[in-house]
């Protein structure tokens, strides 16, 4: 698949507005973008570290699987996925199939910022939540 580099992690939390000054500290920079992702129920809140960012996720519905995850961990937030930056999600979907890879979604979809996102199955990526994204053209 080539990724170019990280693109970002993916942070589940309970909530942005508890956990935003801890990032500030930790990132040295306020967060640049908040923003509502429907399809997926969550609220994001972004901040970068480099070129790499930090994607918070905080539940915006108990359906979110954020809130399952949020739930499944004892009711902490924790790492949620880990965002690889590719040329092309369609192909990199197709090899990561290709490879035996459990896919999550069959097809590249629309992401915060405006990526096209797709995971793939933590079953058959050693149990991390794995994302593959592109830039918007
Ligand atoms: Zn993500």
């Not at 997926?40 to 972004?46: D, G, H, I, L, M």
Request: hydrophobic share 40%.
């Amino acid at each position: 698949m080539k990724p170019s580099h990280i693109e970002h992690l993916g942070i589940a939390v309970t909530s942005l507005e508890e956990a935003m000054p801890f990032f500030e500290f930790l990132t040295g920079s306020k967060c640049y973008s908040i923003e509502v992702v429907e399809d997926q129920k969550v609220k994001t809140a972004f901040f970068k570290v480099g070129e790499v960012k930090i994607e918070l996720l905080e539940p915006t519905s108990p359906e979110s699987t954020i809130a399952k995850f949020i739930e499944k961990n004892g009711g902490r937030g924790g790492v949620h996925h880990v965002a690889f930056n590719v040329e092309n999600v369609a192909e990199a979907l197709a090899e990561a199939e290709a490879a035996g890879l459990q896919l999550i979604d069959k097809a590249p979809r629309k992401g915060a910022e405006n990526l096209m996102i797709a995971f793939l199955h933590p079953k058959s990526t050693k149990g991390v939540l794995t994302e593959l994204c592109q830039q918007p053209k």
